[in-house]
């Protein structure tokens, strides 16, 4: 099983600053590496696909870059509806694994 | 637009029965993988199930294996995940989730999901 370790855990930061989440993989996934948001009580939405695609509807502040088993994702100036959780995804091999979340939080 | 409307949870007894069901709209079915996945209360995302756009390949994370099952009505526009022997740690919300557009390897990430639906076990 491929492991995938978020890093930080908490984020906490200001709007209008950089935000960089960290994704590393036991093993290479290729670039086979999905992001998602989720804020308390939704489900999670698709940011990013394949490592550095945005979905449709997503904020070109909003970038994802990386390849084989470190990724990160970028939010280059942060709006208050940013501030949520955050998980990468790996499609490279079964099982399909998550991340364990980064929590971006207002500082 | 793309719709997923998910039902069927609730509270069950340890070593019970349930099946979810997840309605789908606004895509051609037949044509995407579809998949379960969970969270625990307070706890991150953990993938369940995936069937192919058919419905003759199905995968589970092993701690499902042998206790859940996927399928599909193509006809019905739905994916259903029938859940047995039912257990503590399977206390979660539900969600159903589309493939999405990409290419390479056959493996799905999602690009629509459901609202999500509690499934309680507890006695």
């Known amino acids: 099983e491929i492991v995938l370790t978020q890093s930080p855990a908490t984020l906490s930061l200001s709007p209008g600053e950089r935000a960089t989440l960290s994704c590393r993989a036991s093993?290479?996934?290729?670039?086979?590496l999905a992001w998602y948001q989720q804020k308390p009580g939704q489900a999670p939405r698709l940011l990013i696909y394949?490592?550095?695609n945005r979905a449709i509807g997503i904020p070109a502040r909003f970038s994802g870059s990386g390849s084989g088993t470190d990724f990160t994702l970028t939010i280059s100036s942060l709006e208050p509806e940013d501030f949520a959780v955050y998980y990468c995804?790996?499609?490279?091999?079964?099982?399909?694994?998550f991340g364990q979340g980064t929590r971006l939080e207002i500082k | 637009e793309v719709q997923l409307l998910e039902s069927g949870g609730g509270l069950v007894q340890p070593g019970g029965s349930l099946r979810l069901s997840c309605a789908a709209s606004?895509?051609?079915?037949?044509?995407?993988?579809m998949t379960w996945v969970r969270q625990a209360p307070g706890k991150g995302l953990e993938w369940v199930s995936t069937?192919?756009?058919?419905?003759?390949?199905?995968y589970y994370a092993d701690s499902v294996k042998g206790r859940f099952t996927i399928s599909r009505d193509n006809l019905k526009n739905t994916l259903y995940l029938q859940m047995n022997s039912l257990r503590a740690e399977d206390t979660a919300v539900y969600y159903c989730?589309?493939?999405?557009?990409?290419?390479?390897?056959?493996?799905?990430?999602?690009?629509?999901w459901g609202q999500g639906t509690l499934v309680t076990v507890s006695s």
């Open positions: 989730a589309k493939r999405g557009v990409s290419s390479g390897s056959t493996l799905p990430s999602f690009d629509y």
């Open positions: 606004g895509f051609t079915f037949t044509s995407y993988a």
């Open positions: 069937i192919s756009g058919p419905g003759g390949s199905t």
């Open positions: 093993q290479s996934v290729s670039s086979y």
């Open positions: 394949d490592a550095s």
């Open positions: 995804q790996q499609r490279s091999n079964w099982p399909i694994t």
